[in-house]
């Protein structure tokens, strides 16, 4: 989708299966969001829910024990407000390939 992080942060809440880059796109939007991870998927399940915790940014749901409009009502009443996510990683890398030249 075109501009995809616009229409990201434009959106009231969203609902995702929980890729990695898309609940990054709204954490960093602060955009409240639910994902639902697939069951057997490594990336979903362990390493983008480390990173949504670390940013307390979307809820994860399972769709086989849980409605969607439960789950969209919860985001929308939450007062929480996620971690801003850093913005500098491609200047910390350099500053790091620096150092070893």
């Known amino acids: 989708m075109h501009e995809l992080s616009r229409h990201l942060a434009a959106c009231d809440v969203a609902v995702t299966q929980g890729g990695l880059t898309t609940c990054m796109e709204l954490a960093a939007a602060q955009t409240p969001f639910l994902y639902a991870p697939l069951a057997r998927h490594f990336e979903q399940r362990l390493h983008v829910r480390h990173r949504r915790e670390r940013y307390g940014a979307g809820q994860a749901i399972d769709l086989a ?20 996510v850093e913005r500098d990683g491609a200047a910390r890398a350099a500053a790091m390939i620096g150092e070893l030249l």
């Open 65 to 84: 024990t849980e409605g969607i409009a439960a789950g969209i009502v919860g985001a929308l009443r939450s007062q929480g407000r996620p971690l801003d």
